[in-house]
């Protein structure tokens, strides 16, 4: 009778601590094709950056790590077709604190360019010479589009050139 009273209470308790959301809080990932979905629009919602920035430390350089979440985001991606060509109207803009005690980097693109989606790569491909940016899709749902974007960003201010990693988190 004990066993059979433990083996309840263990299902019980594995039960208890099971997450019930297997998408870390994220809505399900959509089915169908993804072409539909992209064409609504999508507003930029918040923005994280990772950038790994070279610090001169006596004769060698080193890359320093900085990883947070941007401030003043906003950003929006309006996809339509003229003449059998696909276009994208984009607007980027954000502010990142790369370094205490520098000034902050302020990061700002609009663009109307055309743009390619490799459904095998989860890849969107924007063009407007001579600029290019890919987006990798992340996370695909209909109320959420999380993508993200490698580029190599050169800012004379700062005098430095360095490889930044950008979160896009998009809504409807």
């Not at 989860?122 to 749902?141: N, S």
Request: glycine fraction near 6%; proline fraction near 8%; hydrophobic fraction near 40%.
């Amino acid at each position: 009778m004990h066993k059979y009273l433990y083996l309840t209470l263990a299902g019980l308790m594995m039960l208890a601590c099971k997450d019930p959301d297997n998408n870390g809080g994220l809505p399900p990932e959509a089915t169908g094709p993804f072409l539909p979905r992209m064409v609504k629009g999508w507003t930029l919602d918040s923005l994280t950056y990772t950038a790994d920035l070279p610090m001169d430390i006596g004769d060698t350089t080193v890359p320093v790590r900085v990883h947070n979440k941007a401030r003043e985001v906003s950003g929006r991606f309006d996809f339509f077709t003229r003449n059998d060509t696909d276009f994208v109207d984009y607007r980027i803009q954000f502010i990142a604190d790369l370094l205490p005690g520098v000034a902050p980097y302020t990061y700002s693109k609009q663009r109307l360019g055309q743009y390619w989606y490799k459904p095998a790569d989860r890849e969107i491909w924007f063009y407007d010479y001579p600029d290019t940016l890919v987006f990798k899709v992340d996370w695909d749902a209909e109320t959420l589009q999380l993508w993200h974007s490698e580029l190599q960003v050169s800012d004379p201010d700062l005098g430095i050139t360095f490889p930044l990693r950008l979160d896009f988190r998009l809504v409807p």
